[in-house]
T-cell receptor
Framework: EAGVTQSPTHLIKTRGQQATLRCSPI?????VYWYQQALGLGLQFLLW???????NRGNFPPRFSGRQFPNYSSELNVNALELEDSALYLC????????????FGPGTRLLVL | DAKTTQPTSMDCAEGRAANLPCNHS???????VYWYRQIHSQGPQYIIH???NNETNEMASLIITEDRKSSTLILPHATLRDTAVYYC????????????FGKGTRLHILP
């Protein structure tokens, strides 16, 4: 069974540009979570999508946004990129039911110059 | 969510059992204990979870004390590929929601 996939693996942007990161969940999973891991910092929760709706978001500015498609894949968009947005962005998926295990993808490493 | 306390780092000789402790003294009755690990620059890998009984799978064993205030993750025969940061997390059973990661334990497997 295929795991969570993310693309691209690496992304280089300049300040002020927009970045789009993509995630495909494990087949059958309807919930998608996004996390940010900046260098030297822990994993921080960004966003949670389920059944196409944003269910919760972490303490990040509105320029971090996303969506979930009918096939449950998801995009994370980061507008007006800042240098401190450079990080590993991780996507996880889980079954819809409460408290289910989240499985993580390999991540997209974003570098903002 | 309940907080966890883990040692910052640990060493273990290759081939030996690695025992990683975790304190979660404020855990609630409806919270699971989860373990993930993160090998350098990769996504976190799910290892195991439990509520109050000990659990074992192909990767590890999880021993939870009777009062549920602490647990130990056991990697029975550590290899160099087990070198990673190990995260102990408590999560409610009745919520779909974010995982709150702490700093974890950096485990070094020594050849």
């Amino acid at each position: 069974e295929a795991g969570v996939t993310q693309s691209p693996t690496h992304l280089i942007k300049t300040r002020g540009q927009q970045a789009t990161l993509r995630c495909s969940p494990i087949s059958g999973h309807t919930s998608v979570y996004w996390y940010q891991q900046a260098l030297g910092l822990g994993l921080q929760f960004l966003l949670w999508y389920d059944e196409g709706e944003e269910r919760n978001r972490g303490n990040f500015p509105p320029r971090f946004s996303g969506r979930q498609f009918p096939n449950y894949s998801s995009e994370l968009n980061v507008n007006a990129l800042e240098l401190e947005d450079s990080a590993l962005y991780l996507c996880a998926s889980s079954l819809r039911y409460t408290g289910k295990t989240q499985y993580f993808g390999p991540g997209t490493r974003l570098l903002v110059l | 969510d309940a907080k966890t306390t883990q040692p910052t780092s640990m060493d273990c000789a290759e081939g030996r059992a690695a025992n990683l402790p975790c304190n979660h003294s404020t855990i609630s009755g409806n919270e699971y204990v989860y373990w993930y690990r993160q090998i350098h620059s990769q996504g976190p890998q799910y290892i195991i979870h439990g509520l109050k009984n000990n659990e074992t799978n192909e990767m590890a064993s999880l021993i939870i004390t009777e009062d549920r205030k602490s647990s130990t993750l056991i990697l029975p025969h550590a290899t160099l590929r087990d070198t990673a940061v190990y995260y102990c997390i408590v999560r409610p059973t009745n919520r779909d929601d974010k995982i709150i990661f702490g700093k974890g334990t950096r485990l070094h497997i020594l050849p």
